[in-house]
Every structure is written in structure tokens, then in C-alpha cells.
């Protein structure tokens, strides 16, 4: 039985599709549900562009801005996630990285699963480390459902 799912969201289309399916997981096992950010400046500035709809630029992704897009960000997962019939949603916004983050939350959380995306808005480190998806599948102690 699933009963704590915690999704992974970096503002990608993935990460979309996996709360959108998380939520479809949390409605039908009436299971408690958590969404994970952890902003990095590359990815916040892709977000920022998207939110904004316009060109935001490297370096404009200061710390402000950081926690504005993360802000934004995660309103608009609890809106997604509403819309799906899921409303106790809580959000958690981490600092570092954000494969250790989820994996923090998942483990304190006693999850039963961790939803992701499976093509997001890593960096470069990535083609070194792995995705952010990889390294969760690889050292979660709970199922995980990577979302092309």
C-alpha cells in the first residue's frame, strides 16, 4: 500500500508529467503527498524564462530571484496538483543538491514512493554524476517511478 509520495519538480516538462501522475498515485490510494524543489541557478533561470516569458539571462539568477522562481514555482505545483483533486500538498524547498534533498525528505517522511522526471533541467554535472533521477533510483530506500 503507498501511502506518502514525495515528487521531485524542477520545472521541466517531466517533472510536470510526474506530479501529474503522482497525483494520480496519491488519489488513488488516498496517500499523503509531498513535492520537493531544490533550485539551482541554471535550472531557475530556464523556469524564470518559462514563468515570465521572457529572457531572464545567466546571470540574473541571483539569490532573490532564486527564491522568487522557487516561489513561483512550487504555487504553480499546488495549483497543478489541486486541479488534479489532490489539495493537502505539502511543499518543501531544499538547498544543494537536489537528489539528496529528495532523498532526505523520502527517508523522513517514511515515503513509500518517489516520483520524478526522468529528463529535467539537470546541468552539466549530470553527464558526470548522473541525473538527479539516476542518483534517486540508485540510493532510495522506497520505490521509484522515473516519468519520461
Known sequence: MITSIIVGIDGSDAAQR?????????????????????????TVTYAAEAI?????????????????????????????????GVENVEVHVGQG???????????????????????GLGGLGALVLGSTSSQISKHAKCACLTVP
Open 18 to 42: 510526474a506530479l501529474v501522475l503522482g497525483c494520480s498515485i496519491a488519489k488513488q490510494y488516498g496517500a499523503r503527498m509531498q513535492i520537493c524543489h531544490t533550485p539551482r541557478q541554471e
Open 52 to 84: 515570465s516569458g521572457f529572457y531572464v539571462g545567466p546571470n540574473a539568477a541571483e539569490q532573490e530571484l532564486l527564491a522568487e522562481a522557487a516561489e513561483k514555482l512550487c504555487a504553480q505545483a499546488k495549483v497543478i496538483a489541486a486541479q488534479e
Open 97 to 119: 543538491d537536489p537528489a539528496s534533498e529528495v532523498l532526505d525528505l523520502a527517508e523522513a517522511s517514511k515515503a513509500d514512493l518517489i516520483v520524478t522526471g526522468r529528463r
